[in-house]
């Protein structure tokens, strides 16, 4: 198998868009509840993880005055994606950045993106911090949004117990049988990771350690406005 970076996970970027959408249950309902939760009028969006550009492409869809910068440290997924956000003619309001959120969070001095952002966004990326350097992550986003910003993180969160992990298993297999998917042909088209930058495998968290993060790093409104078996999006306001 090709070792690939975490969040990656096929070893052609190609083939992201369509495996990822057999491997996970409700994708793209998953990521259209992030770009609902955001206000119509935000401006300035900061993006972390962005991969191969679906959240940006359905942000800038749905909020034609916003802006995205989108961070990710993977050439590979930041060039798809820069090709299919040019495509889309969207290519004025989406800046692409390669850069790890982890030393963002912890130099935020290196990165020039210092002014504020509306609003922060990530799906299936942040997982990938260990728990420390999410709350770090956490409080750099807290800082970088203006007065009453707003951010949204969709990924999977630690089942509450192994009688539930059991359960949101045969959720995610059962959705694979309704889609008609051949799991070995897909899991053989998946890479091997194990470490790069502040990211490795599967550094999942309980839902409620997210959100007593949020609260710590300042967030006063914490919410959860979807569930899906072990796929959340959490988030909250300043
Ligand atoms: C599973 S993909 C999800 C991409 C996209 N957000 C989506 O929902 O389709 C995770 C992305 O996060 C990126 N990523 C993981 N850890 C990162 C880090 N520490 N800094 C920047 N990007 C990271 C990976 O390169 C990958 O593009």
Redesign the pocket.
Known sequence: MQNV?????FANTAD?DTG?RQLLPRYDEM?EVITRCLPSTTGRILE?????G??SLKILNSHPDTEVIA????PR?LQFAQEKIAAAGYQQRWTGIE????DWANNPEKLDIASKFDACV????IH??QDEMKLKLFERIATSLTQDGCFWN?DPTLPESPALAEVYQAAREKWAVQEGINLTEIHAKRGTSST????SQNQVATLDTHLQMLTTAGFKTVAVPWKYYGLTVFGGWL
Do not use: K
């Open positions: 970076f975490p969040g990656e996970v992201f990822i990521l972390l993880g962005c991969g191969t679906e959240l961070l990710d440290y993977s997924m850069a790890d959120f982890g990530s799906s299936l990326a990938h911090l969709a790069q930058g502040y990211s």
